[in-house]
Structure formats: C-alpha cells, structure tokens
C-alpha cells in the first residue's frame, strides 16, 4: 500500500507541474496577437517553462516540480504597417515572438503528460479499492 501511495504522490507532482506548463502555453496564445501601442515598446515575450527533480522527503523519491518560468529570449517577429502607432521609421512593427503552431504542439504534449499521470492515479485508486475489498 506504501507504494501505491508514493506513485500517487509522484504522479500528483507531474500533474501539477504540467498544469502550470498548460497555463503558461495558454497565456502566450492569449498575447499572441497583441502589438505595442506606441514606438519604442516592446510586445509580450513568449514564456517557457523549465522543470526540476525535487527530493520529496516524505516518500524518499524525487518528484518534478516547476524550477522557473523564463522569457523567451529568441528574436521578436516584424511586420509591415507603416500606419501602425508603433511602426519605427523603416514602417515595421514588432510582434510577440509566439509561434501558435509551436505552442499548440506543445499544449498537446502538456495535455497527454497530464492525462498520463491521471490515468496512473486512477489505476492506483482502483487498486487501492481492490486491496480494500480484498480484506473485507
């Protein structure tokens, strides 16, 4: 039983940590679209997720765990609009450095990461109710 309660824990820990990826990739598609008002600002960065093992002392394993939420650092895309408030004098504007197709795959990857570890917490609690009934 020990040791279903530890897959439980770990499995919980990659749900969680994949929710927040899912947040993130939700907030980039969000501010996907959006352009600077005025010259000179700059658009919304793309954000990535990092993960890290993390030492759960309580079951004696490692669980993954969110380190950080950085800026993506790759170069803002273009776009010509000389009308536009926030065009330079060469006419073109900055945009956001989000790629939906990019993020769409990796919200896919996210999703079926989340789905796994739930599919192990539901296995786990139906072995839980095997071993419950078991000793009934």
């Known amino acids: 039983m020990d040791d279903i309660m530890k897959t439980l824990r770990i499995s919980s820990s990659g749900m969680r940590a994949q929710g927040t990826r899912l947040r993130v990739i939700s907030e980039n598609i969000a501010n996907a679209g959006s352009v600077p008002q005025s010259p ?26 969110v380190d950080k939420v950085l800026p993506d650092r790759s170069e803002f895309k273009k776009k010509y ?19 939906s197709l990019i ?14 570890n739930l599919n192990v917490m539901k296995t786990s609690k139906t072995m839980i109710n095997n071993t419950i009934d078991l000793l009934r």
């Open 40 to 65: 000179g600002e700059t658009p919304y960065r793309r954000k990535v997720v990092t993960f890290k093992n993390t030492l759960d002392r309580t079951i004696g394993l490692d669980t993954v765990k």
């Open 81 to 99: 609009d000389p009308s536009h408030p926030a065009a330079g004098s060469d006419g073109y504007i900055q945009t956001p450095n989000v790629n």
């Open 103 to 116: 993020e769409m795959m990796d919200m896919r990857e996210a999703q079926r990461s989340y789905d796994a």
